[in-house]
């Protein structure tokens, strides 16, 4: 499978010494620079969407969903969470 092939361009400036940290981070990780910085970059606005990400219910669906939580798995929801970590872990 090819990777996907970029479609945009993301510039930025940078101090020297920023862009010689982020030099020697990709390296150690095998990338180069731009998959270095775009990987972190998607990693972190991932991570600040997840954080504002804000769910409202009343008291009985709150409740519902605790008493889900602190009831055991269905085997569907074992196999569901099974799926996942397959998937997490490429």
Same mark, same amino acid.
């Given at each position: !499978? ?7 361009? @993301?510039? /930025?400036? &940078? ?6 940290? @982020? %030099?020697?981070?990709?390296? /150690?990780?095998?990338?180069?620079? +731009?998959?270095? !910085?775009?990987? +972190? ?7 600040? /969407? /997840? ?5 409202? &219910? %009343? ?9 889900? !939580? ?9 196999? *569901? !969470? ?7 872990? *490429?």
């Amino acid at each position: !499978m090819r990777p996907a092939t970029a479609e945009v361009n @993301i510039h /930025l400036r &940078a101090r020297a010494h920023d862009r010689d940290l @982020i %030099d020697k981070a990709a390296e /150690l990780v095998g990338a180069n620079r +731009s998959q270095f !910085m775009l990987a +972190s970059a998607v990693k972190e606005a991932r991570g600040v /969407l /997840l954080d504002q990400t804000t769910i409202q &219910a %009343d008291n009985a669906a709150f409740q519902r969903v605790l008493d889900w !939580m602190d009831a055991p798995a269905t085997p569907e929801e074992e196999a *569901g !969470m099974r799926r996942l970590l397959t998937a997490a872990r *490429g």
